[in-house]
């Protein structure tokens, strides 16, 4: 495994894909919790259970103190927490929990775009954008869609056409990359706001550790 849990690391946050790590840098940046964090990239929430295995076995592993695991609620919010639920108490030997109820276990799980809704986190950020915006791209998709075209992922999709306008003066494929280089998301949405304070809060963020 190339990722190693260094020496000072207190906190570690686990996200399925390289998008997921870019939100999350420019969600948390400038706090004082990211001289302790390291954020994991599984490339694939198929890794979860090989990557916590590694992962406990990494000979820093006990320093962590806390370590949240975030994953899309996709199509059975349910079941997609419960996958999750069951890697960890099989693999690291932890009962882990829904920070949006219980930010005290050493083990957190965090769904996009929330605990009871499906989705991923393209929602959460389509949440963000301005409802005319929203409401146009929906309209575009309707059409595309009326002409025979299958979209599977739409959330994706509808994502691609805002930031594609949005920073039109580049393009950007990826999304990560348009994160890092595009200030094309409100990270001072009210919905953003307070899944970064959920997310302090279950580090217990401290400014001297």
């Given at each position: ?51 916590l ?9 006990s ?39 219980n930010?005290?276990?050493r ?46 992922k ?32 409100d ?23």
């Open positions: 495994m190339s990722f190693k849990i260094e020496e000072d690391t207190r906190y570690l946050l686990i996200v399925e894909g390289i998008d997921d790590k870019a939100f999350f840098q420019k969600l948390l940046e400038n706090r004082d919790i990211c001289r302790y964090l390291q954020i994991l990239n599984l490339n694939g929430i198929d890794n979860l259970r090989r990557e295995g590694m992962t406990k076995n990494d000979p820093n592993y320093n962590v103190r806390k370590i949240l695991i975030v994953r899309d609620s996709d199509n059975n919010p349910d079941t997609s927490f419960q996958s999750v639920k069951d890697a960890v108490r099989e693999i690291l030997n932890e009962n882990a929990n829904d920070i949006f109820y930010c005290n276990s083990v957190g799980i965090l769904m996009l775009p929330d605990s009871e809704s499906e989705g991923s986190l393209e929602d959460l950020i389509l949440d963000s954008c301005n409802e005319n915006i929203r409401n146009i791209i929906e309209n575009f998709i309707d059409q595309i869609e009326k002409e025979g075209l299958v979209i599977y739409k959330s994706k999709y509808k994502v691609h056409c805002y930031f594609g306008a949005k920073c039109s003066h580049k393009l950007y494929i990826k999304l990560s990359n348009a994160i890092q280089n595009c200030d094309f998301i990270f001072s949405h009210r919905e953003i706001l307070a899944l970064r304070e959920r997310v302090l809060n279950f580090f217990q963020e401290e400014t001297d550790v």
